[in-house]
């Protein structure tokens, strides 16, 4: 019998470099020049460019790479991960689609990933010979694909309600794949849902990704008594 394990996608996630329909705003423009980084090779962050995208497209769901910085750090720090029992991918809404090697440690200063996460979407690939991390094209088709899921479960406020261990425990087969949004606000998009298996509410409130995401590798864990 094959030996269980987990995938976990955050999909359609708010990370990606400016616009260029953003480029010349002042607000993007004083914090390239202040990090001495062309615009288009700067994450889009609300935090520092919340004026240039009162008008952007989907705005509101979009300009938050805090989301992966926490979901990454909390991953990676878990005995689940470590044992190599848990792949995980972040695929965003642009499209593209991140992958981590096992031995990946991420830098715990947000500064520090953002800079880390420019650099990965100039070059395509961070970390050496080791290839830590790569991005590239890919839709979230391609990344089941790639993982070949036994079973692909997406959590969202507007699925059956269940609680977390059963969601987990009843998951089907040796490979079940958990799909968090690494989005703000919003629900996942239609195209994302019909590849779902099930989908699933934890909770009647919206719940930060990384909250979810805790509560998840927990769960995990305990199905394979690494608690």
């Given at each position: 019998m094959a030996?269980?394990?987990?995938?976990?996608?955050?999909a359609e996630t708010a990370l990606e470099a400016i616009p260029e329909e953003l480029r010349k705003h002042p607000?993007?423009?004083?914090?390239?020049?202040?990090r001495e980084k062309p615009a288009g090779e700067i994450l889009l962050d609300r935090s520092f460019h919340h004026a240039a995208m009162l008008k952007?497209?989907?705005?509101?769901?979009?300009g938050r790479?805090?989301?992966?910085?926490?979901?990454?750090?909390?991953?990676?720090?878990s005995p689940i991960y470590r044992a190599g029992m848990l792949d995980?991918?972040?695929h965003t809404m642009g499209g593209m689609v991140l992958s981590f090697s096992k031995?990946?440690?991420?830098?715990?200063s947000y500064d520090r990933f953002r800079s880390l996460m420019e650099q990965l979407f100039v070059e395509g690939r961070v970390g050496g010979d080791a290839d830590l991390i790569t991005v590239?094209?890919?839709?979230?088709?391609?990344?089941l694909r790639e993982a070949k899921p036994s079973a692909v479960v997406g959590l969202s406020k507007l699925g059956k309600r269940a609680t977390l261990s059963g969601a987990v425990s009843s998951a089907h087969g040796t490979r079940p794949c958990f799909v968090v949004g690494g989005f703000p606000s919003g629900h996942f998009s239609e195209e994302i849902e019909r590849m779902f298996d099930s989908m699933v509410s934890i909770s009647p409130q919206g719940l930060d990704a990384s909250l979810v995401v805790c509560r998840l590798v927990y769960e995990m864990e305990r199905a394979l008594g690494l608690e």
């Open positions: 030996e269980k394990s987990f995938v976990l996608v955050l607000a993007v423009k004083a914090d390239a020049e202040r952007l497209k989907d705005g509101e769901s979009r790479p805090d989301i992966a910085y926490h979901v990454l750090l909390d991953v990676t720090s995980l991918y972040v031995g990946l440690r991420p830098p715990r590239e094209k890919g839709s979230f088709k391609e990344v």
